[in-house]
């Protein structure tokens, strides 16, 4: 099961990423989420908030423990995740606790990747998951390499 990276281990984001950083495919920053984390089509949270299935919400608030993440108890219509990027929903409890989301979107980036303070950057996502970190490290250095090459 797989979902936005402030609910998930640093190994399956790290995997998540690494995926797209050994093969040629063009990184575009547009089509990552802001932390540089892609979001699986089967992710059991936004599968719940698109049903609006109130048991799977409330399956998906208890595994991924955002009461105790972020002290706030079960409420179907904010327990919800319609991915990162959806401007149009209405941001769920996830996405609005997340630094930095709200940081890229500040400076107007589609991604961190984009950010030249990404390496000494000390945002809390990072921190709990150094493994990811590193990933989206490498993968901006990539970023890099493929913008300048074309
Ligand atoms: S930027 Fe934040 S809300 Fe978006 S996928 Fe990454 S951790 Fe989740
Ligand atoms: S400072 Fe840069 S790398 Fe850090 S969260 Fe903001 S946009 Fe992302």
New binding site residues.
């Given amino acids: 099961m797989v979902c936005?990276?402030?609910m998930m281990s640093s190994r399956i984001l790290a995997g998540n990423s690494l995926g797209k950083l050994f093969n040629n495919e063009k990184i575009d920053p547009g089509k990552l989420?802001?932390?540089g984390?892609t979001c699986p089509a089967d992710c059991k949270f936004y599968i719940a908030s698109v049903e609006n299935d109130e048991t799977g919400k409330k399956e998906a608030f208890k595994i991924w423990k955002i009461k105790e993440r972020f002290g706030v108890d079960f409420d179907p219509d904010t327990s919800v995740c319609w991915k990162?990027k959806d401007m149009l929903k209405p941001e769920g409890v996830?996405?609005q606790n997340?630094t930095?989301?709200a940081c890229a979107i500040e400076k107007g980036y589609e991604a961190c990747i984009e950010c030249d303070k990404l390496t000494t950057c000390d945002k809390d996502?990072w921190k709990r998951f150094p493994d990811f970190f590193n990933a989206v490290i490498e993968m901006q250095i990539k970023y890099k390499q493929q913008s300048a090459s074309f």
Avoid: K
Wanted: with cysteine; net charge positive; charged share 5%.
């Fill in positions: 936005c990276a402030l989420n802001f932390c984390y990162c996830v996405i997340c930095v989301r996502l």
